[in-house]
C-alpha cells in the first residue's frame, strides 16, 4: 500500500501545499496552513467508487414548479423569499444570544407539523434543548432531536428519519472523518459545511446551518463558506434593543438585502408585521433636527426618522458623526448644502443619527439628512405630516430613486399628508391621502421644506 503524503491546506484559500510553510504561498497570508488527511487514506473514501457524472441538457431536466415550504413564521419567509426551496442551504449568522437558535428552532417546530424534520445540536444536550422549547410553548411532539458534533453521524440519522429539513446549530461545533483539524478549524468548517452541501443537493433535503461570528461581525471561518450556501442571514440588533433584523445578504432563490423584523419576548422571536410603526414613534410636538424618510429594504418600503443636531464646535476640528447612515457621505452632502444652498456648517459639529437602529445604505437619504441638518441649526422644525425622499447630486440637482410611488403609498398608509420627493418621483396620478411636491433642485427643496 503506497504511503499517503501529508497535504497542508491554507484555512483563508483553500490552497494546498506539499511542505508546510509560516505564510501561505497564495495568498500571503500568516499561519493558516493546517494538515489535511487524504481522502484516499480513508477507508469510506476507498470502498466507494466514484460515480461517473452525467451530463444533461436543459431541455432533458423536467421543468417542475419550485416548491417552498413555508415556515410558519412569516419575516423569516419574506426574507426567503416565500419559504425553503428543497435542497438548499441556510446560513445564519449573528452575534452569541441574539436569538439564532431561538427562531431557528421555532422554524423547526412549525415544520415539523407536516413533515419530518431534525434539529442537530453539536452545543447542548437533547435534553437542554427539549427545555428550551418548553419554555417557548413550542409542543408539536414531532420534531425530532440529536445531539451529535460528527457529521457522518447527522447525516445518517437525517437519513434513518427521512427528514426533509435539517438544521445544524453549529457548523463550528462540528467535524467530518474526512480531516484531522480539530472543530471549530478552518479546514473542518469547509469540509464539513461541503459535506452538507452535498447531501442536500443529493436528497433534495433543505440543511439550515447556524453559524457563529468573529468581533468583526463576519461568519467565523473560511469566506467560501459563504459561498457555498445558497442564503446567507444575518442576525442584526443594536445592544439592549429587543427587536432583532434579519437580512438577507445572499440568496440563490430570492431577492438580497431583504429584510424581515422581530421582536424578543418570553415566548421567543415575534414577528413585527409593520416595521414602519415601529421606527416611527415620534414626539407629539414638531421638534427641529427630525425629519423623516421611506427607505427601502429588500423589496420593502420602510419608515425611519432620520435626526441630525448641529452645535458649536467643541475642539478646534468640527466633527461630522453618522450612527447608520455612512459617514463620508455626509461630508459630502455638508459641501453640497454649503456650495449649491448658501448654508456653511464650519466651526459646527454635526451629528446625524437613524431612528431605531436601522443602516440605511441607499441613497435616498440625502435629501431628508441635508433637511434635518438645516432644520436643526436653523432651529426650524420641517411639518410633522411631511415626508421625503430624493438623491443629492454634486452640481445641487435632486436626483430621482427607485420604487418613487411605491415609497409614497407606505407613506400615506402612514397617515402623511405632505411629501417632498424630486421632480422624475413625481406620480403622474394623484396618490390618495397624500400631496405630492416635486422638486428639482436643493435651493427649491429648501424652499419648499421650510
Keep these: 500500500m503506497a504511503k499517503t503524503k501529508p497535504t497542508y491546506v491554507c484555512g483563508a484559500c483553500g490552497a494546498r501545499t506539499p511542505q508546510w510553510q509560516g505564510q501561505c504561498p497564495a495568498c500571503q497570508a500568516w499561519n493558516t496552513l493546517e494538515l489535511a488527511a487524504s481522502a484516499l487514506s480513508l477507508p469510506a473514501a476507498r470502498s466507494a467508487p466514484a460515480a461517473k457524472a452525467a451530463s444533461r441538457t436543459v431541455t432533458e431536466i423536467t421543468q417542475e414548479s419550485e ?5 410558519g413564521i412569516g419575516e423569516l419567509d419574506r426574507v426567503l423569499g416565500g419559504g425553503l426551496v428543497a435542497g438548499s442551504v441556510i446560513l445564519l449568522g449573528g452575534d452569541p444570544g441574539i436569538g439564532k437558535s431561538t427562531l431557528l428552532l421555532q422554524a423547526a417546530d412549525a415544520l415539523s407539523r407536516d413533515r419530518p424534520v431534525l434539529y442537530a445540536s453539536g452545543e447542548e444536550s437533547v435534553r437542554q434543548v427539549a427545555l428550551r422549547a418548553r419554555r417557548l410553548g413550542l409542543e408539536s411532539g414531532t420534531l425530532r432531536l440529536v445531539a451529535e458534533t460528527r457529521v457522518e453521524a447527522i447525516l445518517e440519522e437525517a437519513l434513518s428519519a427521512r427528514a426533509s429539513v435539517l438544521v445544524v446549530d453549529s457548523i463550528q461545533t462540528m467535524h467530518t472523518e474526512l480531516s484531522e483539524s480539530s472543530p471549530g478549524s478552518a479546514v473542518q468548517v469547509r469540509e464539513s459545511a461541503a459535506r452538507l452541501v452535498r447531501f442536500a443537493k443529493d436528497t433534495a433535503t433543505t440543511v439550515l446551518i447556524i453559524g457563529h461570528v468573529t468581533k468583526e461581525g ?6 467560501i463558506l459563504e459561498h457555498m450556501v445558497d442564503t446567507v442571514l444575518y442576525f442584526e440588533s443594536d445592544p439592549g434593543s429587543r427587536f432583532r433584523v434579519v437580512r438577507a445578504v445572499k ?13 424578543m419576548v418570553e415566548q421567543g422571536l415575534k414577528e413585527v408585521r409593520n416595521p414602519s410603526a415601529l421606527f416611527l414613534s415620534r414626539p407629539e410636538t414638531n421638534v427641529p433636527g427630525s425629519v423623516v424618510t421611506v427607505a427601502r429594504e429588500g423589496s420593502r418600503p420602510l419608515l425611519v426618522e432620520l435626526q441630525a443636531l448641529v452645535d458649536e464646535a467643541q475642539g478646534m476640528s468640527p ?15 455638508l459641501a453640497v448644502l454649503h456650495r449649491h444652498g448658501g448654508i456653511s456648517t464650519s466651526g459646527q ?10 443602516r440605511i445604505g441607499e441613497t435616498a437619504a440625502d435629501l431628508p439628512a441635508v433637511l434635518a441638518v438645516l432644520s436643526s441649526l436653523r432651529n ?8 421625503c425622499f430624493g438623491e443629492l447630486g454634486l452640481t445641487g440637482e435632486i436626483r430621482p430613486v427607485p420604487f418613487g410611488e411605491e415609497r409614497l403609498r407606505e407613506a400615506a398608509k402612514q397617515g402623511f399628508k405632505r411629501a417632498l420627493v424630486p421632480t422624475a418621483n413625481a406620480p403622474r396620478r394623484p396618490v390618495e391621502g397624500i400631496e405630492v411636491t416635486g422638486v428639482a433642485r436643493l ?8
Design 218 to 223: 463576519l461568519i467565523a471561518g473560511p469566506r
Design 319 to 333: 466633527r461630522r458623526v453618522a450612527v447608520g447612515f455612512e459617514g463620508g457621505r455626509l461630508a459630502l452632502l
Design 67 to 71: 416548491s417552498r415550504a413555508v415556515s
Design 380 to 387: 426650524r422644525p420641517v411639518a410633522k405630516d411631511t415626508v
Design 251 to 263: 440568496n440563490r432563490f430570492g431577492a438580497a438585502n431583504e429584510i424581515g423584523v422581530f421582536a
Design 443 to 450: 435651493e427649491h427643496a429648501l424652499a419648499a421644506a421650510f
Design 349 to 358: 459639529d454635526v451629528f446625524v443619527n437613524v431612528v431605531g437602529g436601522v
